[in-house]
């Protein structure tokens, strides 16, 4: 497994983008930023485009998408970038990419609802947008299906 690379995810894949970051990858994603000027950033930050945009197909590091399906595309994109999604999972903002850090579990009391204060031991902060994230049932969830999407495929028959 390769170090987390980082991408900048073409807008129309919005939920492509929240999951890498969920991933702990570093995602670029703008919904005002598209083509060219998308391809540029990524240079400037040495970033893989992540497109479906088939004008650029052929450009250096850019992962061209032909899945339709979600769950297919990040597999494509898993293929391509090889990383280990458990491992950062849960590091970064999945709204707006910054890391996240750790909260004294004090500090959280007033800012998430009784019961989940009361059922979880770490909480951690989004520093930028003050997003707060805990380990909820969802973050299970979704490991078991980043499990299932890194599961061996069936190979083909020929
Ligand atoms: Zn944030």
Redesign the pocket.
């Known amino acids: 497994m390769n170090e987390t690379p980082r991408f900048a995810v073409d807008r129309m894949l919005a939920r492509l983008a929240r999951w890498l970051r969920l991933m702990g990858a570093d995602v670029l994603f703008d919904p005002a930023t598209g083509g060219a000027e998308l391809l540029r950033r990524a240079r400037e930050e040495g970033r893989v485009v992540v497109t479906r945009d088939k004008r650029l197909r052929t450009a250096p590091d850019v992962i061209f998408l032909t899945a339709n399906l979600f769950r297919e595309q990040l597999r494509e994109v898993l293929d391509r970038f090889p990383f280990d999604p458990r491992a950062q999972a849960f590091t970064r903002?999945s709204?707006?990419?910054?890391p996240l850090k750790w909260l004294d579990r004090n500090l959280v009391a007033r800012r998430v609802p009784p019961f989940v204060f009361a059922s979880h031991e770490r909480f951690a902060c989004?520093p930028?947008?003050?997003?707060i994230y805990w380990n909820a049932t969802h973050v299970s969830r979704a490991l078991a299906e980043i499990d299932d999407l890194l599961a061996p495929r069936p190979q083909p028959t020929i």
């Open positions: 903002c709204a707006c990419n910054t989004c930028r947008c003050g997003r």
